[in-house]
C-alpha cells in the first residue's frame, strides 16, 4: 500500500482549529481504513487452491488459514498500512500490500531450498537431492491414522525394507522392527532409535509392555530410517541394524499462536477365535476315548471359555497442543492422556504424557538453542496371558462360577482326597485374571539441549554441542490370590515385586564446516560422543505361607560408549556426490585388547537428470552406490560377557558347620569376545517423472555379518555351562526394495495419492563353525509346547535361520497324517533325532504395502494394504492338543482339544514328543491384511469464523485378513504360534480442532 501524505495541511495551518481536526480524521480514516479482504491461495504450477496457507497481517497478532479449496477472508480493522504475509511449508513466501485492495489472490511458487532441506540424518541434515545413501522419510501426513498408541504403529507398512511385527493385540503391545532382515543370531536385532539427537536404550524397560509406549505418537513431525551403512554407519557400534530418527513437533520462528485439540474414542472386538470342540463334540470324544472316570468328570454346563475371558475393550485418547512465539522465542507445548482397554479382561494401559520444546536464538541468530523435554507416566495393568491358552483347553462342560467357599466362588478341579486344588489341573481362566493384580507403573523422561553456533565472520563454521538423558523408574507389584491355582493356594498367595532404574546420558560435541567454491562444495564434520548407561533392579516374592523362604534379587550394572567420528560430503557441480563417514567407537562391554572398533564407510552418486540436462523430464534420476561396516555390541547375555561373573542361587542354601549361606553360581563366559561386524553394500536408483506425478527408487543391497556373537554348545568341562556366547560364524541378508508414489489425480476439487512398496529378502547363515564341518547340524532355537525340552527351529549352515527343524509326516491314499509315522531320512531302519530334517522358514521373503488417500473437497478416504508372502508357522495351538489322549491330565481333570483332531483322529498315547514335531503343523502363512480404511470430513465451512479448523474421522483397522492359516493370526513373530493376544478389529471416531 502506498503511504498517504497529508501535504495540504501546511497550507491551511491558519484556518480555524476545527478545520485542522477535520482534515487529520480524513487522514487517519484514510491509514486505519476498516474493510475485509477476501481472496484464494493457490499453487503456482498447476493453479489448484492450497488448504491451510497461513495469511497474516505483518507486525501484528492477526491472521488466518485457508479452507479446503485455498480460500480465505480476513479484516484488517485496526491495521495501519496493513501488509498480508502468505507462507505455506515447501512455497515460496510472499508478502503484498492491502492499499485498497478487497480482493487478494496469489499464487504460489515451490521454494526449492525448503523442499530439499527436509531430510535428517546422523547429526544433521542434507538436501533430500544430495543424499548418498539409503534413507527415507516420511512425515506426519502420511502416518497410519486411527487407534495408535505407539510410535512405531504410525509407520507399519508405509516403508519398503521396515518390516514391523506387532507383538499382539494387548495394550500398548511391543513390536518387532527389522530393517532389511536380522543381522545376528544372538545379539540385538532391533535398530537403533533416536529421539531429537538422542539415542535411546530400548533394552529391559520394566513396568511396560513397548519401551517406545512412553512416546505419545502425536508429538512426532518425522520418521527418518537410514537402512544401508553408507547412511548408518556415522553411528557405528549400534547401527548394525539400522537407524530410526524420530523428530517431534516444534515451533517456528515467526509462527502464529495454535491451539490443537484431538481426540478419539475407539472401540475394539475379537474377530476370529481359536477352533475348539464343541461341548457336545467334547462330551462324544471323552465317552468314546476317556476311562468311566473321566466320563464321571463330565459337567452339565455349555460354556464358551474365549468368551469368558474376552470382551469389548474402549479407548479413549485426548490431546491438546500450543504452538507458537513467545517474546520471539518459538515454542510448543503439549499434553496427552491415553486410556486403552484391551479385549482380555483387567488389561489396560493408562498414559499421561507431556511434552515441551523451545527454540530460542541470540546473538543475531548466530547462537540457536534447542530444548526438548518429554515425560510419560504409564500405568500398565498386564493381565495373565497364561488364560488365552488355558481358555482354549478347559473343560467346556464346566460353569465359570461355583457354589465353594473354600475355594472361592469361581470353579476349580478340586483333588478328590481332600488336597484342595488339583496340583496339575489347569485354573479357571477367569480366575486367572480377576483373581491376579499385576500392575506397572513407569517414569519416563527424555530431554536434551542443543546449542548451534554460527561463528562470527566465519558462517559457514558451525559448532553443536547436545547434552541429552533417558531416565525411566519403575514400580511394579503383581500380586496373586491363594484361589489362582494348587501352587497359590499352598503358598497362600504371592506378592511379587520389581524394581528398575535407568539413568542413560549422552554427549555430543562436533564442528561442522559447508563451503562453495565455483561448483565445488564442501560439507565437513568432525566430533565427539560419550554414552553412559546405568540400570538398577530389584525383584523379590514374598508369599502368605510363613515357612515359604521369601526371594530376592538385586543388580545394578553400567557400561559405556566413547566415540570419534567424522563426514566429508563432497558435491561437484551439483552433479557428482561423495560421503565418506568413519567413527572409532569403544565399549566397556569387551576386554580392553578387544573394546575398540573402526566403522568406515562411502557412498557416490551421479545425478543424470543435472548431467544431461534434462530437468524438465525427471525431477529426481540419481544413481547411488554404497558400502559400509557397522558393529554390534548389544548382546543379550549381559553387560559384560568377558568377565567371570556369579549369579546368587535362589533358594538354595549350603550348611558349612551350623550356618547355612547363599549360594554364587558362576556363569559362562569368553573372555576374548569381540565386536560382530556387519558389511554392507547398496545400488540404487532415484526417480521422479515431472509431468507424469510419478516418484520412486529401488535398491539392491547386501549385508553380511562375520564374528556372529552366537550361543553355541560348550564341550564339557571347558565353561561353567554347557552353551556359551562367543564370536563365530557368518550371516547374510540380501534383497531388493522398490518404492513408487504415483498422483494420477490433481485437481482444484480432487487429489488421488498412491504409494507402493514391495521388499524381497533372502537370509541364510553361511558358517558356524572355524572350520567347515558338514557333520555339524547347528543349534537348536524355537522351543515347542507340548513336550519336555523341545525345539522346532535350529541354525544351520545354509539355511536361514530359526528354520524348521522337524520330522517328515507320512500320509495315506487320500492325503491323511499317519499317526505316528514318519520318513526315516537316513534310512537306518528306526525313526530318531537323525531322521529330523531342515524345513521351511518362517521369514517372509516378500514385504508388500499399498496405501491410497484421495481428497473431494471436504471428505477425504484412504486405506492402507499389507502383504507378507512365503512366510510359515508352526501350529503348536494345535500341536499342543493333537491327540484325543491330550484330554486326558494326570489327575482330576479333563482337556478341551483343537478341532484340529476331528481331522487328524490322532489317539495314541505313544510317540508324543515326535508327533508334537511334525511337518504336518507348519502351514503357509502368506497373507494380504486390509490395515487400515479411514474417512475424513473438513467441518471447517460449518463454522462462521475462519480462525477454527475441524475435521471429523472415522477409521476402521485390522478390517479383513486373507490367509490360508488356520490359526488365529497368520502374523506371527518367529514362526511359531503359541496363543497369541489376539489383534482386534477397531473402530474409531476422531476429531481435531485447531484455532
Known amino acids: 500500500m502506498q503511504q498517504i501524505y497529508c501535504d495540504s495541511t501546511k497550507a491551511v495551518l491558519w484556518k480555524p482549529k476545527l478545520l485542522w481536526v477535520f482534515i487529520l480524521s480524513m487522514c487517519m480514516g484514510q491509514a486505519f481504513a476498516q474493510s475485509t479482504v477476501t481472496g484464494k491461495v493457490t499453487d503456482l504450477e498447476d493453479s489448484i487452491g492450497l488448504p491451510g496457507v497461513t495469511v497474516a497481517i505483518k507486525g501484528s497478532t492477526k491472521g488466518t488459514s485457508t479452507d479446503m479449496d485455498g480460500n480465505y477472508t480476513l479484516s484488517t480493522a485496526g491495521i495501519q498500512n496493513p501488509i498480508f504475509v502468505f507462507s505455506f511449508i515447501g512455497k515460496e513466501s510472499q508478502e503484498v500490500v492491502v492499499g485498497n485492495q478487497t480482493v487478494i489472490n496469489v499464487a504460489l511458487a515451490n521454494d526449492s531450498q525448503a523442499l530439499e532441506e527436509i531430510v535428517v540424518v546422523g547429526y544433521g541434515t542434507q538436501k533430500k537431492n544430495d543424499l548418498t545413501g539409503s534413507i527415507t522419510s516420511i512425515t506426519e501426513n502420511d502416518f497410519v491414522k486411527g487407534n495408535v498408541s505407539t510410535p512405531e504403529q504410525l509407520i507399519t507398512g508405509k516403508l519398503a525394507g521396515v518390516q514391523i511385527t506387532s507383538g499382539g493385540g494387548a495394550p500398548g503391545s511391543g513390536s518387532t522392527i527389522r530393517i532389511r532382515g536380522g543381522s545376528s543370531l544372538n545379539a540385538s536385532n532391533d535398530p537403533l532409535i533416536v529421539i531429537d539427537g538422542v539415542p535411546i536404550d530400548n533394552n529391559d524397560v520394566s513396568g511396560s509392555a513397548n519401551p517406545l509406549s512412553f512416546i505419545n505418537p502425536n508429538d512426532i513431525e518425522s520418521f527418518n530410517v537410514l537402512k544401508d551403512a553408507s547412511a548408518a554407519a556415522i553411528y557405528g557400534s549400534r547401527a548394525a541394524n539400522g537407524v530410526i530418527i524420530i523428530t517431534t513437533k516444534k515451533g517456528k520462528k515467526g509462527a502464529q499462536t495454535r491451539l490443537s485439540f484431538n481426540s478419539r474414542f475407539s472401540v475394539a472386538n475379537n474377530i476370529n477365535q481359536v477352533d475348539v470342540l464343541s461341548p457336545s463334540e467334547f462330551i462324544d470324544a471323552v465317552n468314546t476315548y476317556g476311562t468311566a472316570s473321566q ?40 499434553v496427552g492422556f491415553l486410556n486403552q482397554n484391551g479385549t482380555l479382561q483387567t488389561s489396560n494401559l493408562k498414559r499421561t504424557s507431556a511434552s515441551l520444546g523451545l527454540s530460542p536464538s541470540f546473538l543475531d541468530d548466530h547462537l540457536n538453542l534447542d530444548v526438548n523435554f518429554k515425560v510419560a507416566n504409564s500405568k500398565s495393568q498386564f493381565a495373565d496371558e497364561g488364560a488365552i491358552g488355558t481358555a482354549i483347553s478347559f473343560d467346556p462342560t464346566q460353569p465359570v462360577y461355583a457354589n465353594n467357599t473354600e475355594f472361592g466362588e469361581y470353579f476349580n478341579w478340586i483333588d478328590p482326597n481332600g488336597n484342595g486344588i488339583e496340583a496339575l489341573g489347569p485354573s479357571n481362566p477367569l480366575a486367572m485374571l480377576n483373581l491376579r493384580d499385576n500392575m506397572g507403573i513407569l517414569n519416563r523422561y527424555i530431554g536434551n539441549a542443543k546449542l548451534t553456533y554460527s561463528f562470527h565472520g566465519l558462517p559457514e563454521l558451525k559448532a553443536v554441542v547436545n547434552a541429552g538423558f533417558d531416565k525411566s523408574n519403575t514400580d511394579g507389584n503383581d500380586v496373586t490370590s491363594p484361589l489362582v491355582s494348587a501352587n497359590s493356594f499352598n503358598n497362600q498367595g504371592s506378592t511379587a515385586f520389581y524394581k528398575q532404574d535407568r539413568n542413560n546420558t549422552t554427549f555430543q560435541a562436533f564442528l561442522n564446516y559447508v563451503k562453495e567454491i565455483n561448483q565445488h562444495r564442501f560439507d565437513v564434520m568432525g566430533g565427539y560422543e560419550y554414552q553412559n548407561f546405568i540400570r538398577e533392579n530389584e525383584t523379590g516374592t514374598d508369599y502368605g505361607k510363613s515357612d515359604v523362604t521369601p ?98 542361587g535362589q533358594g ?44 520412486g527408487s529401488i535398491d539392491f543391497y547386501m549385508k553380511k555379518t562375520t564374528d556372529l556373537i552366537n550361543e553355541i554348545d560348550a564341550p564339557a568341562g571347558t565353561n561353567f555351562s554347557n552353551k556359551v556366547v562367543t564370536n563365530i560364524g557368518s550371516l547374510e541378508n540380501k534383497g531388493v526394495e522398490f518404492t513408487l508414489n504415483y498422483t ?91 531322521d529330523r530334517y531342515h524345513y521351511q522358514n518362517p521369514d517372509a521373503n516378500y514385504f508388500l504395502g499399498f496405501s491410497s488417500q484421495m481428497t473431494y473437497k471436504n471428505l477425504n478416504f484412504g486405506f492402507i494394504m499389507r502383504s507378507n508372502l512365503g512366510n510359515y508357522v508352526f501350529n503348536n495351538v494345535a500341536s499342543g492338543s493333537s491327540s484325543y489322549y491330550s484330554m486326558t491330565g494326570a489327575g482330576n481333570f479333563i482337556f478341551n482339544l483343537n478341532a484340529d483332531v476331528k481331522d487328524t483322529q490322532f489317539n495314541s498315547s505313544t510317540g508324543r514328543d515326535r508327533i508334537n514335531l511334525s511337518d504336518y503343523f507348519v502351514e503357509n502363512a502368506s497373507f494380504l491384511k486390509m490395515d487400515n480404511i479411514n474417512v475424513g470430513y473438513d467441518l471447517s465451512s460449518l463454522f462462521k469464523t475462519s480462525k477454527l479448523r475441524a475435521n471429523l474421522g472415522f477409521i476402521v483397522q485390522n478390517v479383513f485378513t486373507i490367509t490360508n492359516y488356520t490359526g488365529l493370526d497368520p502374523e506371527v513373530q518367529g514362526g511359531i504360534d503359541r496363543n497369541i493376544y489376539p489383534r482386534p478389529r477397531t473402530y474409531s471416531l476422531n476429531l481435531n480442532l485447531n484455532f
Not at 475371558?309 to 510448543?332: C, E, F, H, M, V
Not at 545394578?556 to 552433479?575: C, D, H, I, M, P
Not at 568406515?600 to 561396516?629: C, H, M, Y
Request: proline letters at 3%; hydrophobic letters at 35%.
Open 744 to 834: 494420477p489425480i490433481q485437481k482444484a476439487n480432487f487429489t488421488w495419492d498412491l504409494n507402493f512398496n514391495a521388499t524381497y529378502n533372502q537370509n541364510k547363515i553361511t558358517a558356524l563353525t572355524r572350520n567347515d564341518n558338514e557333520d555339524y547340524l547347528g543349534v537348536l532355537t524355537g522351543d515347542v509346547s507340548g513336550g519336555t525340552g523341545a525345539y522346532g527351529q535350529i541354525h544351520s549352515t545354509g539355511y536361514a535361520r530359526s528354520s524348521f527343524f522337524l520330522y517328515q509326516q507320512v500320509y495315506d491314499e487320500n492325503g491323511n497324517p499317519l499317526e505316528g509315522v514318519f520318513v526315516d531320512q537316513n534310512n537306518d531302519g528306526v525313526i530318531s533325532e537323525l
Open 295 to 334: 466320563q464321571a468328570l463330565l459337567g452339565t454346563n455349555s460354556t464358551n471359555w474365549q468368551d469368558v475371558i474376552y470382551r469389548t475393550a474402549l479407548t479413549q485418547d485426548n490431546n491438546l497442543s500450543l504452538t507458537g512465539n513467545l517474546k520471539g522465542i518459538p515454542y510448543r507445548a503439549s
Open 551 to 648: 526371594l530376592r534379587n538385586y543388580f545394578k550394572t553400567e557400561y559405556r560408549l566413547a566415540s570419534q567420528f567424522g563426514r566429508v560430503n563432497y558435491g561437484f557441480n551439483n552433479t557428482y556426490l561423495a560421503t565418506f563417514t568413519v567413527r572409532r567407537d569403544g565399549t566397556s562391554r569387551f576386554a580392553p585388547d578387544n573394546r575398540y572398533g573402526i566403522f568406515p564407510s562411502a557412498a557416490l552418486a551421479w545425478k543424470l537428470n543435472e548431467q544431461f540436462g534434462i530437468d524438465d523430464t525427471f525431477s529426481d534420476l540419481k544413481v547411488r552406490v554404497g558400502w559400509g561396516v557397522t558393529g554390534q555390541q548389544n548382546i543379550n547375555s549381559g553387560d559384560f560377557p568377558y568377565l567371570a561373573a556369579y549369579t546368587p
Open 652 to 695: 538354595l542354601l549350603y550348611q558349612f558347620g551350623g550356618a547355612f549361606y547363599d549360594v554364587l553360581r558362576p556363569n559362562p563366559y569368553d573372555a576374548q569376545i569381540k565386536w560382530e561386524e556387519t558389511t554392507s553394500t547398496n545400488l540404487g536408483l532415484d526417480f521422479g517423472i515431472r509431468h507424469a506425478k510419478i516418484s
